[in-house]
């Protein structure tokens, strides 16, 4: 005797096999259709617009880099304008060491700088203000070509640091050389006593108040005074002299160089303008590619 579910439905036996007709009067089974997983298309939109957008950013800074300033394009104008001192200030009246530097040490580590330019319309400053942008000119000229170009004056300290220079480019009526050290000191103390004026002062060393404008120089202070100002120079030209084939007999005496005269002395190389170190800069820079 068969025997059937108690629900009424066809036993295991009975159901038809996968695949075969369906049975008249039997209720057809269907299988749920299955469907593929959707693709994240806002994700692939928003890359793709990335993309585009970094493409667009870079075309740009491209089309900017070759269209604008063609003639100055690879060769950086770094300015030394003023007295010259040490410190971070640069603002033409003082040319700051440490503002010049660090424009030098960026400009050597820029790849897409092929020389640069110092454009120097200086008299000249403290030694050790010229001794400090030397440094950071000499780390430059080890990476690429270092030009000088001279505007009205490039004296003293000014023209320190431009003999350090791969090449100096000077106007006619430039100002330059002027290569010496000086010390001044001044002495009011006449006008003080006619004026009734009296100053008392204590001091741990013979010479702590050298230099006070009260009193004159002792000839111990003058001998030392003698003593700073000749090792300063001393040092001064002799790294002039060094860097430069120049007879020292022509510029010890410190005296200030026309710009024409100083060309055949060679104290700079060419006469020219600032655009004309820009070409000289480039062409020293492709004879070293």
Do not use: C
């Amino acid at each position: 005797m068969d025997e059937h579910p108690v629900d009424g439905s066809p036993s295991p036996a009975e159901q038809p096999p996968a695949g075969a007709p369906a049975v008249p009067g039997m209720p057809e089974h269907k299988t749920p259709p299955v469907h593929a997983p959707r693709k994240p298309r806002n994700s692939l939109m928003w890359i793709a617009v990335l993309i585009a957008g970094i493409l667009l950013v870079l075309a740009v800074l491209v089309a900017v880099y070759v269209l604008t300033d063609t003639d100055t394009r690879g060769v950086t104008v770094i300015r030394i304008e003023g007295t010259l001192a040490t410190g971070a200030v640069s603002d033409g009246d003082i040319a700051g060491s440490e503002a010049i530097g660090a424009q030098l040490r960026e400009a050597a580590d820029d790849p897409l700088v092929e020389a640069i330019v110092l454009r120097v319309n200086s008299p000249g400053g403290t030694p050790s203000s010229a001794q400090e942008i030397i440094r950071d000119l000499d780390y430059a000229k080890s990476k690429k070509p270092v030009v000088v170009s001279m505007g009205d004056i490039a004296t003293s300290a000014a023209y320190y640091i431009s003999a350090h220079a791969d090449r100096i480019y000077a106007n006619p009526d430039t100002f330059t050389a002027g290569v010496g050290v000086i010390w001044e000191f001044s002495d009011v103390s006449s006008w003080m006593e006619n004026e009734g004026y009296n100053l008392s002062v204590y001091k741990s060393g013979s010479k702590k108040d050298m230099g006070s404008t009260a009193r004159s120089l002792s000839e111990e202070e003058q001998a030392y005074a003698r003593k700073v100002v000749d090792d300063s120079f001393e040092t001064f030209i002799s790294d002039v002299t060094s860097q430069r084939a120049i007879n020292r007999a022509d510029i010890e005496d410190g005296r200030v160089i026309r710009g024409a005269e100083a060309v055949r002395m060679n104290i700079v190389d060419e006469l020219g303008n600032l655009n004309d170190a820009i070409e000289g800069a480039k062409r020293l820079a492709a004879s070293r590619r």
